[in-house]
């Protein structure tokens, strides 16, 4: 059946306007749900890629090891106590009457009390100390880097420490704690604060690999009992403090094993027990004072012997005076004993720490009374008491 064209012509008018309408219906259910309509004859719209540049967004720092804070902790409460020494001379100019001033070295060192007093090796100050042809210089750099003039108030080659002395003021100060030597174990964990090769305030760590080691002095006496550890030492770390895991003084640094001259992993460090001894005696009378049997005693840990066993008696000292024997060996080549000294006038000696603690309270010159056990490893073991004359520690 053919359609009349105004039947068909309305037909058409009616379909785009049902399309229209349901258009405009679907735009508004869209907008109603929160759905963006598509543009109708529009271009889309482009977001432009970021650029190519290689770079990358920065993560959270992920948080410190309980670890690491502790190591952090103990620099920063330590590091004010170290302390960066200079030293130089004073040298006239052969053709003429100008003086000049020669660097001589560098080295570390660390404040002892709220009165000024540094504490170092002998070798960092040794340049500096005058002479009857030179003058030499001294100055301490301290955290805050401030600098000041220092005084060489005492030293011992033989101890290779000294002390010097500036006039900073107390709130400038920091001094270092100062723990013991003597309980010390293979294996724990120490911290070396110093300026290797002029580097202020640098901080190593490792960990104790021996003790009861010996090294020499600048004038070639032993020093006994020293600590070796694997804490990077360098040149420059000399007279700078060995540190246990709660911050504690427990050496000075004072040499390491390398045939370049840095570090190869053994480090050398006079105990802080030595220390305690001897610094007191350099401030008050600018060497070592201390009384003495006149013997060597046996610093090692290897025999627990309950007492200080001798090794040797020095030639002419007190102990020899006395009668006091020292370690030898028999005609069959066994190995005999020396005294082991055991009391003190009334004090009970137990260890060569407590020992030297107990001489601390005499002077040269005073008379004492030493109880040994001699032949303590043979059979005819027995008890004596000799009078002895205290020396003065030369």
């Known amino acids: 059946m ?208 021996a003790l009861g080691r010996e090294i020499r002095a600048k004038d070639g006496t032993p020093i006994r009992d020293v600590i070796q550890s694997d804490a990077a030492i360098n040149p420059g770390n000399s007279g700078g403090p060995l540190l246990n895991s709660s911050g504690q003084l427990i050496g000075v640094n004072t040499a390491i094993y390398s045939p370049s001259g840095a570090s190869a992993g053994i480090g050398f460090s006079i105990p802080a027990d030595e220390v305690r001894s001897v610094v007191p005696d350099l401030i008050q009378y600018g060497k070592i004072r201390r009384p003495s049997l006149g013997i060597v005693p046996y610093a090692s840990t290897s025999y627990k012997i309950n007492g200080v066993l001798i090794i040797q008696v020095a030639d002419n000292s007190a102990a020899e005076k006395a009668g006091l024997h020292g370690t030898d060996r028999d005609r069959f080549g066994q190995i005999r004993w020396g005294d082991i000294i055991v009391q003190i006038d009334d004090h009970e000696i137990t260890s060569l720490v407590e020992m030297r603690s107990v001489l601390e309270q005499y002077k040269a010159g005073d008379q004492v009374k030493v109880t040994v056990i001699r032949n303590a490893n043979t059979g005819d073991q027995k008890e004596v008491t000799v009078d002895l004359v205290l020396d003065d520690v030369k």
């Open 2 to 209: 053919k359609m009349h064209p105004i039947f068909r012509t309305l037909l058409y008018l009616v379909l785009i306007a049902g399309g229209f309408l349901l258009g405009v219906s679907w735009q508004n259910r869209s907008a109603e749900d929160g759905v963006d309509p598509v543009p109708v004859n529009a271009e889309e719209e482009k977001t432009p890629a970021p650029a190519a540049t290689g770079e990358r967004e920065s993560t959270p720092s992920a948080p410190l090891l309980d670890n690491e804070m502790h190591t952090i902790n103990l620099f920063q409460n330590a590091a004010p106590a170290v302390v960066f020494i200079n030293t130089s001379t004073y040298e006239k100019d052969y053709w003429s009457t100008n003086v000049y001033e020669i660097p001589q070295g560098s080295g570390s060192g660390f404040i002892w009390d709220s009165r000024g007093h540094i504490v170092t090796n002998y070798h960092v100050i040794e340049s500096a100390i005058p002479t009857a042809n030179t003058k030499g210089k001294a100055t301490v750099t301290l955290a805050d880097q401030s600098v000041w003039e220092a005084e060489i108030i005492g030293y011992a080659p033989e101890r290779d420490l000294a002390v010097l002395k500036i006039k900073a003021p107390p709130n400038q100060l920091t001094p270092i704690a100062v723990g013991n030597s003597h309980d010390l174990k293979v294996g724990q964990s120490v911290y070396a604060i110093g300026n290797p090769f002029g580097l202020d305030q640098t901080l190593t760590t490792g960990i104790i690999s």
